[in-house]
């Protein structure tokens, strides 16, 4: 006699999530775990909650290739203000504004942007997920601590202006794992005598997952449909190119 098989399908695969500002990429991840019945759930690179955009989720089996996504290449576009610096390097933070005698002609600001492209090294913000003797360096700035990161190597394939008006400079970027858009934000300002904090971040692509392939979180049909799910062969596939 044979025994029915009643058990539910696997929850396994990867879903490109596009996160709403405001939402921290934890909690992003809770919505989808919830969707998806209580799934394992990981993603493959963090985003700040006032960014927004593109979060690579992996559900079930397929956390176990997450790694595999998170060496990928990331996109942004960001809006930077010249005309102040933040703590947080993004416009959450207490604001300094710097006076500037005259702004900088584009020119200037393209001459200053070629040190950052390719290789160089980055202070990360005192507000982020670093670790600093086994804490993570945002909870010691929030408890007031001075937090002083080392410069790390990274690296922009890219960086491209697609507007400037003083005091808002817009930027796309692509990069590597480990780039902070907020830092180059910050150390752009310093570099030219200016200020310099994002306004706004939005992760544009994780390696081959784009915007277009996105979904937000919080509009996800529950349950989560199967159907959404990019198979892990699929998504090794996409990545290997």
Known sequence: MTRANNSKPQTTG??????PEGLSSMTAIAILRRKAGGAKTGHAGTL????????????GKATKSISRIMETTKR???RIDLSAFTTTDDREGAREDIAVEAPPPLARIEQVLDAFRG???QRPPSYSAMKVGGRRAYQLARAGKTVELEPRPVMAHEIRVTHYGWPTLEL????????????????????????????????TAVGPFDL???HDPEVLADPLPLELLIDVDTAIRLVDG
């Open 14 to 19: 990867f879903i490109v999530l596009d996160k």
């Open 119 to 121: 290789r160089s090294m």
């Open 76 to 78: 942004y576009q960001t």
């Open 172 to 203: 796309e970027l692509h990069v590597d794992k480990g780039f902070y858009v907020r830092s180059l934000a910050r150390e752009l300002g310093e570099a030219m005598g200016t200020g310099g904090f994002c306004e706004s971040i939005r992760r």
């Open 48 to 59: 700040d909650p006032l960014a927004t955009g593109v979060l690579v989720a992996a559900l």
């Open 212 to 214: 277009s392939m996105a």
